[in-house]
């Protein structure tokens, strides 16, 4: 047969109402750019430039030789949830029991997991923005309808607890955010989340997805979590992982905490999807979340060097607007002042084009703010060496100095 004969079929409807994830696409050009033979200097992924600590490889290893290669339960081996359960009583003070907990893979799924078990067609699910790029396309999938609640640099990109009391309607179901803050390193404080607390727990049925997979990269201090605060442990789905404080991307491991009843609905939706998480990443996940946080203390110190260095080189920058980030491995600089400037013909209308600018001017790949809820910003991501970084402060510095 003649495959040029072949017809293109027809995708569904979902798939044309939701978009490709920014920063995969820009990992994508970053990848297509480096193999044509270019020097790329990416920033555009939010992946610690770690190995996985030696103790937790040495724990995968022993579960392979263990032969813990066979189907485990949906929701995880109760030893992993029974250690999670440890983990959130002594970092968080939650007391979960382990049919509260559930492990999938990755804490993409445990938030897709939750989205997809509650949310119905026309129920709104309100976004402090900016926000973590998925949240908008997972609510789409369900039949829901994103709501973006606009928070400003000016704000340390917070949102206040009178914004949110205006956005809550008789439709709204659920309330997700990060803290630490995807893509703007915001941490919301003890205080201000009781604010938030005090707002949510006057209307029924109305739940928080708190997302909190940066927890301990944190340079404020400790992080707190909603689900501690009165009974909002009722409201509440914590979710974490190992991926970024670990440095256990490629394990693909995250999990939640939650109401009896809600983690029932997550397993039950899992099951149908991709069933039990990985047996040899649930063991290396054990030894994560038992160890001492201390243990990877060392990397949030690097973290911190990193985040004071760049954050000297961006405020150098001539109309680059940018506020000091709490936590996590990002920073979020408005760059709305070079919208309207040109380098030739090619002119800066908003965040893609100066990202897609950047990209081809000097090679360095970051992400438009637009797919994080704000169109003014670009994340740049400073998980990558002290050199690297350097490297790409300096390209970009070298390539607004070019915009007229």
């Known amino acids: 047969m003649n495959n040029t004969s072949i017809k293109q079929g027809q ?41 996985t600590p030696d103790f937790i490889k040495d724990a995968a290893k022993k579960a392979i030789d263990e032969n813990f290669t066979h189907y485990p339960p949906v929701n995880g081996f ?43 067609p026309g129920d709104e699910v309100l976004m402090p923005s900016p926000y973590w790029v998925s949240y908008a396309e997972i609510v789409k999938i369900a039949g829901g309808t994103p709501v973006e609640l606009l928070a400003s640099i000016d704000n340390d990109f917070k949102i206040t607890p009178s914004q949110l009391e205006a956005a809550i309607k008789p439709n709204t179901k659920l309330i997700i955010y990060s803290s630490p803050c995807n893509p703007t390193g915001s941490v919301y404080s003890k205080s201000e989340l009781e604010q938030f607390a005090a707002v949510i727990e006057k209307h029924d049925e109305l739940y928080v997805i708190s997302d909190e997979i940066y927890e301990l990269i944190n340079f404020s201090g400790k992080t707190h979590s909603i689900a501690a605060v009165g009974n909002m442990i009722h409201r509440t789905i914590t979710v ?15 999990y939640i905490g939650a109401p009896k009843w809600i983690a029932e609905a997550c397993t039950k939706m899992q099951g149908q ?3 039990g998480p990985s047996t040899i990443s649930q063991m290396a996940t054990k030894a994560a979340v038992d160890a001492d946080p201390d243990s ?3 990397m949030i110190e690097i973290f911190k060097k990193r985040r004071d260095l760049v954050y000297g080189m961006l405020k150098e920058i001539p ?39 950047l990209l081809r001017k000097e090679l360095v790949a970051v992400v ?37």
């Open 78 to 120: 109760l030893d992993v949830r029974e250690a999670i359960c440890r983990k959130f009583l002594r970092d968080n003070q939650l007391q979960y029991s382990p049919d509260q907990i559930v492990i999938s893979t990755g804490a993409k799924q445990s938030i897709a997991n939750t989205i997809l078990a509650l949310v119905n």
């Open 319 to 357: 109309g680059i607007k940018v506020n000091l980030p709490e936590g996590a491995f990002y920073f979020f600089p408005d760059v709305s002042d070079y919208f309207g400037k040109k380098d030739g013909d090619q002119v800066i209308n908003n965040a893609n084009d100066l990202s897609m600018y």
């Open 240 to 254: 974490n992982g190992v991926s970024k404080a670990f440095a256990m991307t490629g394990w693909r491991m995250g």
């Open 368 to 404: 438009t703010g637009e797919a994080f809820g704000d169109p003014n910003c670009i994340r740049i991501s400073y998980a990558a060496a002290e050199e690297t970084l350097i490297e790409a402060m300096n390209r970009i510095k070298k390539a607004l100095a070019a915009l007229r």
């Open 273 to 275: 999807i991709t069933s």
């Open 11 to 51: 995708v569904s409807e979902l798939l044309e109402k939701i978009t490709e994830s920014a920063t995969l696409a820009m990992a994508r050009m970053s990848r297509e750019l480096a193999q044509q033979g270019h020097k790329v200097v990416s920033l555009s992924l939010g992946e610690p430039d770690f190995d």
């Open 296 to 298: 990877v203390a060392h």
